[in-house]
């Protein structure tokens, strides 16, 4: 790859991987976003996709193992997590980790060239893979909201490469401050791994403790539905519950190089 008018990629062959300028405020803000990528005709497609995973997902959580958190309710049914809403809307899913294999539109998904391409130039090789992938519901009324944590603790037990895990949000509904829409602290990420809450509970190591980070820092994206969110891994974000009577489902997906077995399933599935 090379850079070459102002853009990071092997511009000659057609091919916009990253510009210079998300590729700088990747490096200084931790984040960037490419407003809607997506096309209204393709995020009808995949509302009707991660709504076709949810029942799935229902349909399979019902013979898998369940345990409690703080609370709140997991099941695993294979490598397939999924996390429901605390009461009273128990029945509500949260999040399921991973999604993509419950329907082939979001395995497709996967090899976009508007997700794809971008991470080639994050991770500043050609050949990737997959690391997980998740959806996030955020039910209208219901859909709680995630406190200010790091992904790469969650992950440093599983991975020797956490600086290596870029993610995209594909933001499949408009999000703004009323349903919840994702928040970062920005350029959290460059002071890498932050100590967790200590607070007692379950899940509070994986909450970053608040006086580690300044929240001035802090960046609501509101953008449209099709709006794809890159970030980086050490990036602390979150984001309020949804009050409004809107949906704020989002798909999250991770990458990483090439020939290295994903999160859960330990599979590997390298990008086409
Ligand atoms: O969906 C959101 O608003 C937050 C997502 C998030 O924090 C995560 O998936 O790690």
Not at 125 to 133: Q, S
Not at 242 to 267: G, I
Request: proline share 7%; hydrophobic share 40%.
């Amino acid at each position: 790859m090379r850079v070459d008018a102002g853009l990071k990629g092997d511009v000659s062959a057609g091919r916009i991987i990253l510009t210079t300028r998300e590729h700088e405020q990747y490096l200084q803000d931790g984040y960037f976003v490419r407003e809607a990528a997506f096309d209204l005709d393709e995020l009808a497609a995949l509302g009707e996709a991660v709504e076709a995973a949810a029942a799935r997902a229902v349909e399979r959580s019902a013979s898998g193992k369940a345990y409690y958190l703080d609370g709140k309710r997991f099941v695993d049914a294979g490598h397939m997590t999924v996390q429901f809403e605390p009461p009273p809307a128990e029945t509500a899913i949260r999040v399921i980790e991973p999604v993509c294999d419950l329907h082939p539109a979001l395995e497709t998904l996967l090899d976009d060239p508007r997700l794809a391409e971008p991470m080639r130039g994050l991770l500043g090789c050609e050949r990737i893979a997959m690391w997980t992938n998740k959806l996030n519901l955020k039910r209208p009324g219901v859909g709680s909201g995630f406190g200010w944590h790091q992904d790469s603790p969650y992950w440093i037990h599983d991975c020797k490469h956490v600086d290596q895990l870029p993610n995209v949000m594909l933001v499949l509904d408009d999000a703004d401050s009323d349903n919840g829409c994702f928040r970062v602290i920005r350029g959290s990420h460059r002071q890498g791994c932050l100590p967790g809450t200590a607070d007692g509970s379950q899940l509070g190591g994986f909450y970053t403790d608040p006086s580690t980070f300044d929240r001035a820092g802090e960046v609501a994206l509101e953008v449209p539905a099709g709006s794809l969110v890159f970030f980086h891994p050490h990036i602390v974000h979150g984001s309020l519950p949804n009050h409004s009577e809107r949906p704020r489902r989002a798909l999250v997906l991770t990458y990483q190089p090439a020939d290295q077995p994903s999160l859960k399933a330990r599979a590997i599935r390298n990008i086409r």
